[in-house]
């Protein structure tokens, strides 16, 4: 029996012709502004003209389905790519999956930490997407992966990595910074699981590494006049600084590829304010279609499956 995956990402803007719908999209159908527009196209300028989001998770798809299939046999698996923003759309792969016949599914959002307003609506996406198919789909969705053992242990592995970037003097007074996007604040309202999750995620690290010497920071927050979730990354670079710290490592780790909130936010943004104080900051390595990512992605997939 071939089972199916739907491997879920936000999406991305595919060129600079495609910003204006993007983002309108991302805006549940409200048009930004022209100048919401002008900055959102400086920063894609900035990491090169476009982000490498779709690439990636294709990379990671196709690479998905292999692991999965050499484990279990050839076509025990199929992997079906659906954005939340941009084509193919998460309704489409949902599609997709039907036409092939597939009836059993697992959902697996690329995000670790689960929230109402994230992960939730990919869910709810997919949900309404198979509510719509004139035959049954079976949908067994991955809801958190915030202290996976792979996930934890590739973590522990990037920060491992990323302190010999940093000289023995730096390396003896070094905190972590966990990070993940932000979201309004008003998730903290409905009692969300998310702050716990990324704290989750940092304590296992953590532990891991033997270390206390960590905190926690949100990132990319959304431009609109709800308050969202902080310290900004920025800010707890600021707080940091007028603490006396002059290094710090940066865990991105609600983030599994390389995107603009990566990209710009903080290789860009962040390490232009930490130059500033004259801070030496380091962002651990994305995991993107790295090895060792699939096969905790794979693990995940037969863990839903059994």
Not at 64 to 87: D, I, T
Not at 123 to 137: C, F, G, M
Not at 163 to 188: D, G, M, V, W, Y
Request: negative net charge.
């Amino acid at each position: 029996m071939t089972r199916a995956v739907l491997l879920m990402a936000y999406g991305t803007a595919q060129g600079a012709d495609d910003i204006p719908r993007y983002y309108t999209h991302i805006r549940h159908g409200r048009p930004p502004s022209t100048e919401q527009l002008s900055d959102l196209a400086a920063r894609y300028q900035a990491i090169g003209g476009i982000s490498p989001l779709a690439i990636i998770t294709e990379q990671q798809a196709r690479s998905l389905e292999a692991a999965l299939n050499a484990r279990h046999g050839a076509g025990a698996f199929q992997v079906f790519v659906g954005m939340k923003h941009s084509p193919p759309f998460i309704a489409d792969a949902v599609r997709a999956i039907a036409a092939k016949e597939i009836g059993q599914t697992v959902g697996l959002v690329l995000a670790p930490h689960y929230s109402a307003m994230s992960v939730g609506t990919y869910l709810a996406e997919a949900e309404s997407a198979i509510s719509d198919l004139a035959q049954p789909l079976e949908l067994r969705a991955i809801r958190s992966w915030a202290g996976s053992p792979g996930l934890i242990s590739l973590l522990q592995d990037r920060i491992e990595e990323t302190r010999e970037k940093f000289t023995r003097e730096e390396q003896e007074n070094l905190p972590i910074i966990f990070s993940a996007h932000s979201l309004p604040q008003r998730i903290l309202r409905d009692n969300d699981p998310y702050p716990e999750e990324l704290r989750l995620t940092g304590d296992l690290v953590a532990a891991s590494l033997g270390t206390t010497h960590y905190t926690f920071s949100w990132q990319s927050a959304g431009r609109t006049a709800d308050p969202w979730l902080g310290p900004d990354i920025l800010e707890k670079l600021d707080l940091m600084q007028r603490d006396g710290f002059r290094q710090a490592i940066i865990c991105p780790c609600g983030f599994v590829s390389d995107h603009l909130e990566v990209l710009y936010d903080l290789d860009i943004e962040a390490q232009e304010r930490a130059r500033q104080f004259g801070m030496h900051i380091e962002r651990t390595r994305s995991l993107n279609a790295d090895p060792a990512f699939i096969r905790v992605l794979a693990n995940l997939v037969e863990d839903a499956v059994q």
